[in-house]
């Protein structure tokens, strides 16, 4: 259980932002900010952040969509970095992907099965290829019946199910889950949480689940890490996550959540953060977080916290005043 | 119900036209195209549907012979051009180091206007059928690539690309399978009104003197004998004059009917709007 | 104050006659905040626009009902008459502030033009009355920022403006709908308390339309469940969220992942899918996804009964039966029996 199938050392992915008619590069957007994480085999990471953190730029980096700045990505303990075309294209094999969107993430003019057939296709698994499409659908809990069927025929869950199918094709080690039910409607999240779990323990995957719903996390994650701004600011195993979050940005964001308890919610302190977020191509200096803290002072303006253990062992957060458990007890114990 | 009739009358008027001019070795009388001293510049009667020309031919059976001049041109430019602009336009689209050196030649040809520019060819060129398909082609091939690659640069920000690459699918098959079938409605709908201007631009050059031979009987080469007799046989310049609206006008009826019947929208209302609005409202 | 009695609103498509709002009745009082959930086809965005009459006719028609306002039916008003009444006493915000902002005037000027159309005043005074909306709204340094375009302003701060435009002539009554779904949690957090605030102040009877329930939990007197058109519950956020009495809403509330489960602890499905509005099935529209269903629930389409003061639930099932039933699923789940 503890072999690190993915390891991820302080990536960095700067786009250039190009103004004028040169198209000068005038400045760099810094999506992802020397981020390490690493996520060991038959475990779930999730990683949590709002619009604008980073959480799906480094998904499409771990991918090989896009191509890291600078740092290192390695799955198996390889790089996968200097990997030459035809030794990625193999790894795509091990490495899939379940996106947001259960509506523009399938062709709308090819038929279910078809969908699904198309990676083994590309990788020329073409033997009983319809028997295993087949069990795939099955697999999701999609009915044989669905094959001929076009995308626009079925509901969002049942996309959402075509496009996990998809991503079982090829057997792969890692599924990188985007957001994949946040676009889904409340009756049908739990379905595919539950389906995603299901699968894991059957076909022993390993996931990256991104969301920007702790609530949602909770229920599937292993290991969580709040990003925001491109950075880090807290991981830690599920359960210390829960019990102790200790970053004010992670308290803010539990505390956001409305709970479905009307008298607890009228109860319940909050941190309502000031302002907005901060553009990602100018960052605040020092900790990123320091403007829209409730507790930042003078030295969170100038130094950059580092990512560290503070309680207990493996918690790591980046904080100057991490927030202790009595302080922040009646925000999350409801 | 208004949309509909339109679709079904412009298709009509193009069969109409397209099955009289194939069958026309039939039923046209044997010497309607000779030349007759006789009966030169008659004005239109029974005998002589559109009247008479110059020579004494009738002018009906020369309309519908030269229909075939002008349709098989409109055809074969609207076919070279879609296929060489789709080809183009679909690998400007999606590779982007390509894009720069076919757009730069595209926009190079894109400031002449198509007609100017299909003169010269056709000047350089000698005119011929053949020639005016080679010179219009080349003239209009290039709206069509901004077309297509405007069509592919919108898809490829949509995910399924995305997904088509991480499942490994190969840069041929995504072209071919995932973009191009996403991109041929804009394709055919530019088709069509290709094929009209074709039809335009051809009876343009021959009216100018510089299109097909003038033996071979076209729609723009009887404009151009008729212009002298505009005054005492106005039937003469009017009636092929007509063929040639009728003929475009019905063209971009279909076309605009093509694209109404492509629009997603247009087919399945409300509720998919409504559900497109509800799934981006997520996207945070 | 406003009174909406047995509407039903249907939209023509080519698939079909969608019966987006099927014989829907509620009250909003004065001050009141109803929240409306549902999930997406579940009619409640339709209803919104049914009340303010912003959908487009045709497609849309409105074979039966009521929807009175102070008196007045909406429905038989002219063009004229609703225009007096929309921004004026009814004012209504949209999901998506970007679409609703012209993006090529300055906030400042929307704004004025908003209070100059309902209000006779000097433009100067239009200005002084924009600026202190943009500030009982939170935008830090309103003055400047007037004269800012749309596109320089955040999502979050672009919902700010939009609901200065709605109080901008002190409406009666203020339909959100879904205000907060396009925003990031600690945005939203930062808007539901100014819509709390805002309601503080002037009082503004506010219809909360989202699929959030924790949203509803938060900011409601009054909730209604929707469900394929209908309201399936009525009743006080005590009574949705303490006591469903509506196989949907006790499902609704069972699978949604929270913040308090054990880690790793299993979400409870509801099986199925949304149904379809051109073609529902019969009898009870939730019987297909519904634990309890039996036969009778394929052929009696229940209608809303009391369950408790001011509480009302469609299901053929007696409060007592639901709660034996109830009390049998959630032993079995705990079992790990499965249903």
């Given at each position: 259980m503890s072999e690190a199938?993915?390891?991820?050392?302080?990536?960095?992915?700067?786009?250039?932002?190009?103004?004028?008619?040169?198209?000068?590069?005038?400045?760099?957007?810094?999506?992802?900010?020397?981020?390490?994480?690493?996520?060991?085999?038959?475990?779930?990471?999730?990683?949590?952040?709002?619009?604008?953190?980073?959480?799906?730029?480094?998904?499409?980096?771990?991918?090989?969509?896009?191509?890291?700045?600078?740092?290192?990505?390695?799955?198996?303990?390889?790089?996968?970095?200097?990997?030459?075309?035809?030794?990625?294209?193999?790894?795509?094999?091990?490495?899939?992907?379940?996106?947001?969107?259960?509506?523009?993430?399938?062709?709308?003019?090819?038929?279910?099965?078809?969908?699904?057939?198309?990676?083994?296709?590309?990788?020329?698994?073409?033997?009983?290829?319809?028997?295993?499409?087949?069990?795939?659908?099955?697999?999701?809990?999609?009915?044989?019946?669905?094959?001929?069927?076009?995308?626009?025929?079925?509901?969002?869950?049942?996309?959402?199910?075509?496009?996990?199918?998809?991503?079982?094709?090829?057997?792969?080690?890692?599924?990188?889950?985007?957001?994949?039910?946040?676009?889904?409607?409340?009756?049908?999240?739990?379905?595919?949480?539950?389906?995603?779990?299901?699968?894991?323990?059957?076909?022993?995957?390993?996931?990256?689940?991104?969301?920007?719903?702790?609530?949602?996390?909770?229920?599937?994650?292993?290991?969580?890490?709040?990003?925001?701004?491109?950075?880090?600011?807290?991981?830690?195993?599920?359960?210390?996550?829960?019990?102790?979050?200790?970053?004010p940005y992670t308290n803010a964001l539990l505390s956001a959540i409305p709970l479905t308890d009307p008298l607890k919610e009228k109860e319940r302190q909050r941190i309502v953060l000031k302002g907005e977020l901060p553009s990602p191509a100018n960052p605040p200096t020092g900790c990123v977080f320091h403007t829209r803290c409730p507790f930042a002072t003078e030295a969170c303006k100038q130094d950059i916290p580092s990512l560290e253990a503070k309680g207990d062992a493996g918690h790591l957060v980046s904080c100057f005043y991490p927030m202790n458990v009595e302080k922040k007890s009646s925000i999350v114990n409801h | 119900m208004l949309k509909k009739k339109r679709n079904l009358l412009a298709a009509g008027i193009l069969l109409l036209i397209t099955l009289m001019t194939i069958t026309a070795s039939w039923w046209l009388p044997a010497n309607a195209l000779e030349i007759n001293s006789t009966e030169r510049l008659f004005s239109p009667s029974g005998e002589h549907w559109f009247g008479t020309d110059h020579f004494g031919r009738d002018i009906f059976a020369q309309t519908i012979v030269a229909a075939r001049v002008s349709l098989i041109v409109g055809v074969t430019v609207a076919l070279i051009a879609t296929i060489l602009g789709t080809i183009t336009g679909l690998i400007a689209g999606y590779y982007k180091k390509a894009d720069f050196i076919i757009m730069r030649i595209i926009d190079g040809m894109l400031a002449f206007p198509s007609l100017l520019l299909a003169l010269a060819l056709v000047a350089a060129l000698g005119g011929s059928v053949t020639n005016i398909i080679i010179a219009l082609s080349f003239s209009f091939w290039p709206v069509m690539t901004r077309i297509v690659r405007s069509a592919v640069l919108q898809i490829n920000s949509v995910q399924y690309i995305e997904a088509a690459k991480t499942s490994g699918i190969s840069d041929p098959v995504i072209l071919t399978r995932y973009l191009l079938p996403n991109v041929l409605s804009p394709i055919i709908v530019q088709g069509t009104f290709i094929f009209a201007k074709a039809i335009l631009a051809e009876a343009a050059l021959s009216f100018l003197g510089v299109g097909v031979e003038p033996s071979t009987p076209t729609w723009g080469n009887m404009l151009q004998e008729a212009q002298i007799y505009i005054s005492i046989a106005p039937w003469f310049s009017i009636f092929p004059g007509i063929a040639i609206v009728l003929t475009v006008l019905a063209l971009n009826m279909l076309g605009d009917g093509l694209r109404d019947a492509f629009d997603p929208h247009a087919k399945s209302t409300k509720k998919t709007k409504r559900r497109r609005g509800t799934k981006q409202k997520y996207a945070a | 104050m406003l009174e909406v009695k047995q509407l039903k609103t249907q939209i023509d498509t080519n698939e079909g006659v969608v019966k987006a709002v099927d014989g829907v009745s509620f009250t909003v009082e004065a001050g009141q905040t109803v929240g409306i959930v549902g999930e997406s086809g579940s009619g409640k965005s339709v209803l919104a626009h049914s009340i303010m009459q912003l959908n487009p006719v045709p497609p849309t028609f409105y074979p039966e009902g009521e929807i009175i306002f102070e008196g007045k039916n909406l429905l038989n008003l002219s063009e004229r008459e609703l225009r007096k009444i929309r921004g004026n006493e009814i004012a209504m915000i949209f999901q998506d502030p970007m679409s609703s902002l012209n993006p090529v005037f300055k906030i400042g000027d929307q704004l004025v033009e908003a209070v100059l159309t309902h209000q006779k005043m000097s433009r100067q005074d239009a200005r002084a009355r924009a600026v202190e909306l943009l500030t009982d709204v939170g935008i830090p340094d309103p003055e400047r920022r007037m004269n800012d375009y749309p596109h320089q302003f955040s999502g979050g701060m672009r919902q700010r403006v939009l609901i200065a435009i709605a109080l901008a002539c002190n409406p009666k009554l203020l339909i959100a709908d879904e205000p907060t779904t396009a925003l990031d949690v600690t945005i939203q957090a930062q808007i539901l308390e100014l819509m709390r605030d805002i309601q503080k102040k002037y009082g503004t009877a506010i219809i909360m339309i989202t699929h959030d329930l924790g949203v509803v939990s938060q900011m409601a007197d009054k909730v209604l469940v929707m469900y394929s058109g209908r309201i399936v519950e009525e009743g006080s956020v005590e009574d949705i969220f303490y006591r469903p009495s509506m196989p949907y809403t006790w499902s609704l509330l069972r699978s949604l992942p929270r913040l308090d489960a054990e880690a790793h602890e299993r979400l409870i499905n509801i099986e199925g899918q949304p149904p379809n509005l051109v073609s529902p099935p019969k009898g009870c529209n939730f019987h297909p996804r519904c634990p309890f269903s039996t036969e009778q629930c394929l052929e009696v389409d229940p209608e809303l009964t009391v369950r408790g003061d001011g509480h009302f639930a469609a299901c053929i099932l007696s409060g007592q039966e639901f709660d034996s039933e109830k009390k049998r699923m959630e032993f079995a789940d705990k079992k790990g029996v499965p249903q």
């Open positions: 199938l993915l390891e991820i050392r302080d990536v960095n992915m700067h786009f250039p932002i190009k103004e004028g008619v040169f198209q000068k590069t005038k400045n760099h957007v810094k999506a992802v900010n020397g981020v390490s994480l690493t996520v060991n085999k038959g475990e779930t990471l999730g990683i949590v952040g709002e619009s604008g953190c980073g959480k799906s730029t480094l998904a499409r980096t771990i991918v090989g969509l896009l191509e890291p700045t600078s740092g290192d990505i390695l799955f198996e303990g390889k790089s996968i970095l200097d990997l030459n075309k035809k030794q990625m294209h193999g790894l795509r094999r091990d490495i899939q992907m379940v996106y947001q969107d259960p509506f523009s993430s399938l062709n709308p003019r090819m038929k279910a099965g078809d969908i699904i057939a198309a990676p083994l296709k590309a990788y020329r698994m073409t033997e009983n290829l319809e028997q295993r499409v087949k069990e795939l659908m099955d697999l999701v809990g999609l009915k044989a019946a669905d094959y001929n069927k076009l995308p626009h025929q079925f509901s969002g869950g049942q996309r959402q199910r075509i496009g996990i199918a998809r991503a079982l094709a090829l057997n792969p080690k890692l599924i990188i889950c985007d957001e994949p039910v946040s676009a889904l409607d409340v009756s049908v999240q739990a379905q595919v949480i539950n389906l995603l779990e299901d699968l894991q323990k059957e076909l022993d995957l390993t996931y990256v689940f991104i969301a920007h719903d702790l609530s949602v996390i909770k229920h599937i994650a292993d290991k969580v890490a709040v990003m925001y701004l491109g950075k880090v600011m807290e991981m830690s195993d599920s359960e210390s996550f829960y019990k102790h979050a200790c970053h | - | -």
